[in-house]
């Protein structure tokens, strides 16, 4: 085996790859309706505050724990503090648990694609019914799964560079570049004005201190899940990144692709809705029922629907496919390291145990509907452990070890190897002390006050 450690072999590289993690599924399912349902404009500005605050304080803690370790994310929190070295093993069950689940939803994507593509688009929609008999099949739903899977695994197969780096040079720029096609046909739509300024403008209307507390609870918890944090990933892709690259303004970087394409699905979703439901925004679901049910409705009464659909669901799947890449890549970083051998032994014991878990999910909606987990199907149960419980108690963990244990000089020493200063070091060193944990506290609690 080469124990070399694989870089990315260029500051852009790392940047489109990172963003490629963060812009998934989250950015276009959930930012849109969460913008809508919290006063338009109003979630867009609180997004954007936490974004360049929370959000940067947090990645680039885990970025810069991944480059000065230079080990995937066990090894990483052991070496920051041998105390804390569970830390880095209750951080790898996160990727281990969304993966094969992410690349379930993935197969449902490549479907949808598959049904545009030949023409076939007009047979999704309806009530709902074209989804639900897809999924509540076991054949069809593991041949997209498998392919899905195939593809994710093909690419990190190659490597970081030959792989990792090469592809997301491709498909970020043309994931930008249909983003901004889409809305730009969406929003020139009759009617789609209205949408546009529900969207984009603040709606004060019964706009109560609760409601704003509210609104901050959900743009925080959308910024957590969509930036990739505390799933491993951005310590594991920080533990390629090379040495004389901006840790700083790789993070600023980031930040604003991720940022930019949520507010774009959200000029693409928002007004599409709207002109169809002629105003009525209690039709803006989230998740699954947006992505598979309202929007194929959408493009069905859409001049050029047929065209349109298909270039969303391209868009689609691309954001899928570039977050399963760095999910499966984090545990293959973490076989590898840990067994002591090499990507492609690694990638094939990956591979096999999102086969077996993701079967799991793929029969918890058809043979295995009528099992149950505390009430959840067995999807949705491993989406709402992870996103839920694990991955806040990670984060929460994390700013107690860099902020009290090891200390942010930790951090700052790291940054200082590509920079001159760590320019924003007050602003890090107060949300990771002290807002950060708050932070992590409401989101782990929000699930549990919301249900009561």
Same mark, same amino acid.
């Given at each position: 085996?080469?124990?070399k450690?694989?870089? =990315?072999?260029?500051?852009?590289?790392?940047?489109?790859?990172?963003?490629?993690? @963060? $812009?998934?599924?989250?950015?276009? !399912?959930?930012?849109?309706?969460? @913008? @809508?349902?919290?006063?338009?404009?109003? =979630?867009l500005?609180?997004?954007?505050? %936490?974004?360049v605050?929370?959000?940067?304080? &947090?990645?680039?803690?885990?970025i810069a724990?991944?480059?000065k370790?230079?080990?995937?994310?066990i090894? @990483?929190y052991? +070496?920051?503090?041998?105390? =804390?070295?569970?830390?880095g !093993?209750i951080?790898? $069950?996160?990727?281990?648990?969304i993966?094969?689940?992410y690349c379930?939803?993935?197969?449902?994507?490549?479907?949808? &694609?598959?049904?545009?593509? +030949?023409?076939?688009?007009?047979?999704?929609?309806g009530d709902?019914?074209?989804?639900?008999?897809?999924i509540?099949?076991?054949?069809?739903?593991?041949?997209?799964?498998?392919i899905?899977?195939?593809?994710?695994?093909?690419?990190?197969?190659?490597g970081?560079?030959?792989g990792?780096?090469k592809?997301?040079?491709i498909?970020? /720029?043309?994931?930008?570049?249909?983003?901004?096609?889409?809305?730009?046909?969406?929003?020139?739509?009759d009617?789609a004005g209205?949408?546009?300024k529900?969207?984009?403008?603040?709606?004060?209307?019964?706009?109560? %201190?609760?409601? =704003? %507390?509210k609104?901050?609870a959900?743009?925080?918890?959308?910024?957590?899940?969509?930036?990739?944090?505390?799933?491993?990933?951005?310590v594991?892709?920080?533990s390629?990144?090379?040495?004389?690259?901006?840790?700083?303004?790789?993070?600023r970087?980031?930040?604003?692709?991720?940022?930019?394409i949520?507010f774009?699905?959200?000029?693409i979703?928002?007004?599409?809705v709207?002109?169809?439901s002629?105003g009525?925004?209690e039709?803006?679901?989230?998740?699954?029922?947006?992505?598979?049910?309202?929007l194929?409705?959408?493009?069905d009464?859409?001049?050029g629907?047929h065209?349109?659909?298909?270039?969303?669901?391209?868009l689609?799947a691309?954001?899928?496919?570039?977050?399963?890449?760095?999910?499966?890549?984090?545990?293959?970083?973490?076989? +590898?390291e840990?067994?002591?051998?090499g990507r492609?032994?690694?990638c094939?014991? $990956?591979?096999?145990?999102?086969?077996?878990?993701?079967?799991?999910?793929?029969?918890g909606?058809?043979v295995?509907?009528s099992?149950?987990?505390?009430?959840?199907q067995?999807?949705?149960?491993f989406d709402?452990?992870?996103?839920?419980?694990?991955?806040?108690?990670?984060? %929460?963990l994390?700013?107690?070890?860099?902020?009290?244990?090891?200390?942010t000089?930790?951090?700052?020493d790291?940054i200082l190897?590509?920079?001159?200063?760590?320019k924003?070091?007050?602003?890090?060193?107060?949300?990771?002390?002290?807002?950060?944990p708050?932070?992590?506290?409401?989101?782990?609690?929000? /699930?549990?006050?919301? +249900?009561?």
């Open positions: 085996m080469d124990n450690k694989e870089n =990315f072999g260029s500051r852009l590289g790392f940047v489109l790859a990172a963003a490629g993690s @963060a $812009v998934g599924l989250g950015n276009i !399912w959930r930012f849109p309706y969460l @913008a @809508a349902k919290y006063g338009g404009g109003i =979630f500005l609180v997004y954007l505050a %936490l974004a605050t929370f959000g940067f304080a &947090l990645m680039i803690t885990e724990i991944g480059r370790t230079g080990k995937s994310v090894g @990483a052991k +070496s920051v503090n041998k105390n =804390f070295s569970p830390l !093993w951080a790898s $069950v996160v990727p281990v648990i993966t094969p689940y379930v939803i993935g197969g449902w994507v490549l479907k949808y &694609l598959t049904a545009y593509v +030949s023409g076939n688009g007009s047979s999704a929609a709902g019914s074209y989804f639900t008999s897809f509540g099949k076991a054949g069809e739903p593991t041949l997209f799964f498998a899905f899977t195939l593809l994710t695994a093909a690419v990190v197969l190659l970081v560079q030959k990792i780096e592809i997301s040079k498909l970020m /720029p043309a994931l930008v570049i249909l983003t901004i096609v889409i809305a730009i046909y969406t929003i020139t739509l009617g209205e949408g546009v529900y969207y984009i403008l603040p709606n004060f209307k019964g706009f109560t %201190l609760v409601k =704003f %507390l609104t901050l959900a743009a925080m918890g959308q910024l957590f899940y969509s930036m990739s944090l505390a799933m491993g990933i951005m594991t892709y920080g390629y990144m090379r040495k004389e690259d901006s840790l700083e303004g790789s993070v970087n980031i930040e604003i692709f991720d940022t930019a949520a774009l699905a959200g000029l979703i928002v007004p599409a709207f002109v169809f002629g009525n925004a039709t803006l679901n989230a998740g699954p029922s947006l992505m598979f049910i309202t194929p409705n959408v493009f009464t859409m001049k629907g065209i349109i659909g298909t270039a969303f669901f391209v689609v691309l954001a899928a496919l570039t977050s399963s890449i760095s999910l499966m890549e984090t545990v293959v970083s973490i076989v +590898s840990k067994m002591g051998i492609k032994k690694s094939l014991l $990956v591979v096999i145990c999102i086969a077996v878990l993701g079967m799991m999910s793929v029969l909606y058809s295995w509907e099992f149950t987990i505390f009430g959840y067995i999807l949705d149960f709402f452990i992870s996103n839920n419980i694990i991955m806040p108690v990670v984060a %929460l994390t700013c107690i070890l860099i902020g009290y244990v090891a200390k000089k930790y951090i700052e790291e190897v590509s920079q001159e200063r760590f924003a070091y007050g602003l890090f060193k107060i949300m990771i002390k002290y807002v950060c708050v932070c992590m506290v409401i989101i782990l609690l929000t /699930p549990f006050v919301t +249900s009561l």
